[in-house]
């Protein structure tokens, strides 16, 4: 569930289009194995000091209820948790009142 507001935050797509030539910063035809850039690690946190510094961890985004991974990009609470308690996943307003209605989610 998501309000209103936090709309046009989803209309990003997740993940960039490998086919725009200006998604990345890949050299075509280039060696892989002989490449020294660090790479993205996801055991590394975000603004920690290492290798893949500043690089995203897929791993980074936890529901602040139960702790699963989030679906979406800027989320704080899993779909599951935001349908139950009626909240924004994202900003987590109130969107409904849930104290007449029975929330489950399988």
Same mark, same amino acid.
């Given at each position: 569930m998501v309000c209103k =507001?936090?709309?046009k935050k989803l209309t990003g797509v997740a993940a960039p289009d490998p086919f725009q030539p200006a998604s990345s910063t890949r050299k075509i035809?280039? #060696?892989k194995?002989?490449? !020294?850039? !660090?790479?993205a690690s996801p055991y590394v946190k975000p603004g920690s000091s290492g290798v893949g510094k500043g690089k995203i961890n897929t791993y980074g985004n936890k529901c602040i209820d139960? =702790? *699963?991974?989030? *679906?979406q #990009? #800027? !989320?704080t609470r899993c779909q599951k948790c935001a349908y139950k308690k009626g909240l924004c996943a994202i900003?987590? #307003?109130?969107?409904?009142?849930?104290?007449?209605? =029975? *929330?489950?989610s399988k």
């Amino acid at each position: 569930m998501v309000c209103k =507001k936090c709309e046009k935050k989803l209309t990003g797509v997740a993940a960039p289009d490998p086919f725009q030539p200006a998604s990345s910063t890949r050299k075509i035809g280039e #060696n892989k194995l002989l490449t !020294a850039r !660090a790479r993205a690690s996801p055991y590394v946190k975000p603004g920690s000091s290492g290798v893949g510094k500043g690089k995203i961890n897929t791993y980074g985004n936890k529901c602040i209820d139960c =702790k *699963q991974s989030v *679906q979406q #990009n #800027n !989320a704080t609470r899993c779909q599951k948790c935001a349908y139950k308690k009626g909240l924004c996943a994202i900003c987590g #307003n109130i969107i409904l009142d849930v104290s007449r209605y =029975k *929330q489950t989610s399988k």
